[in-house]
């Protein structure tokens, strides 16, 4: 079995983007309305701008699935660009570009480090593949690993917990609710909180401005043992870190208690362990978010992101033109508002990519059968022994 992994092509407004993931065990039975609804998520939320007026992402399945399972090749996804129409003259393939070039640089954005790091004269050759756009694919993969990781007793699910310093009150969250549709724009359930934010929102809005804000990731039902301290490289709280760090604008990353570690003693920081009177072992806490040395420990895994605010502003920030040099105004492109309820699905993707990755690691085979198998077998042994 091969490792896991998967590639995105395909800019903001081009004619599609694709995903290539390969790895997966053959057997696996996918539905399609499940990726699709994960999509949709993507697109929903308040504040988001007028593109989602104009794109309904739906996965197209071109290889390595089969009468709604996979075969054990590679998986292309593609979705397409309905935009794509509008933008010909300034986004084929071949032929003299039309239009003005982009050249006043967005602060925050790849833009000019783009340009320069490419040698390229049109900001447009950057930002048409930094775009958060790109994301579409990650969740449409994020969506492919929950369906492999649901057939193993995994879920991932999220909540926004801040957006522009409106911060959720977590003792009046049911935890158990969270993942359930309960008809919040925000992918927020805190309800009072959800109000204060959309006015938030409205307000900066007004103003031309941006919010950004935290989102969290969490993940049941994962076993004992998925990661290592052996390297560096294959601790899984660094990859899941580095995961989020990889989706546009996320500018932290914490797990479980995180940065709140830094300001408290060991004893009031520390998961105590107690054994049940059936032998098992349990933690009355979970301020490790469910990873114990670079290894997952059983308790559901807990990730917190924070987004910065979308650079493109519709009151512009001061910038430089990058062909004449001259001071002007960064460029607009049709932006939203605040994008934290997206970035949150794009997080959950992004977890389900990494366990999924993990548990391949660990207890991989050619067919479902064989994932299953080895799992239920590590799972009794560790049973076993405790």
Known sequence: MS???????????????????????????????????????????????????????????????????????????????????????????FGEPEGEKVTAARPGHADLTGVKKYDRHDVRDILERSSARETTMRVAVG????????????????????????QVDSAKIDRTQIGQDIGSELNCYDSEAEKAMKAKIDQAKKDGDTLGGTFEVIVRGVPVGLGTHIQWDRRLDARLAAAMMSIQAIKGVEIGAGFACADLPGSQIHDEIFRHADGGIYRQTNRAGGLEGGM?????????????????????????????????????????????????VVGESMAAFVIAQAICEKFGGDAMTDVKNSLAAYNERIGKAW
Not at 20 to 38: Q, T, V
Not at 305 to 325: G, Q, R, V, W, Y
């Open 3 to 93: 490792e896991l992994r998967f590639l995105t092509a395909g800019e903001s407004h081009g004619p599609c983007l694709t995903a290539l993931l390969e790895g997966l065990p053959a057997g696996l039975r996918l539905h399609k309305e499940n990726i699709d609804r994960d999509l949709a998520r993507r697109q929903q939320g308040y504040g988001r701008g007028g593109r989602m007026k104009i794109e309904t992402d739906k996965v197209e399945v071109l290889s390595g699935v089969r009468f709604n399972e996979t075969i054990g090749g590679p998986i292309t996804l593609q979705v397409v660009n309905k935009d794509f129409a509008n933008w010909l003259g300034r986004m084929a393939a």
């Open 143 to 166: 969506a492919v690993c929950k369906e492999f990781l649901r057939e193993l007793g995994i879920t991932v699910v999220s909540q926004v917990v801040n957006i522009g310093g409106v």
């Open 296 to 344: 997952s420990n059983g308790e559901e895994i807990v990730v917190r992101a924070a987004m910065k605010p979308i650079p493109t502003l519709m009151t512009p920030l001061n910038s430089i033109d990058i062909e004449t040099k001259e001071a002007v105004l960064a460029c607009k492109e049709r932006s939203d508002t605040c994008a934290v309820s997206a970035a949150s």
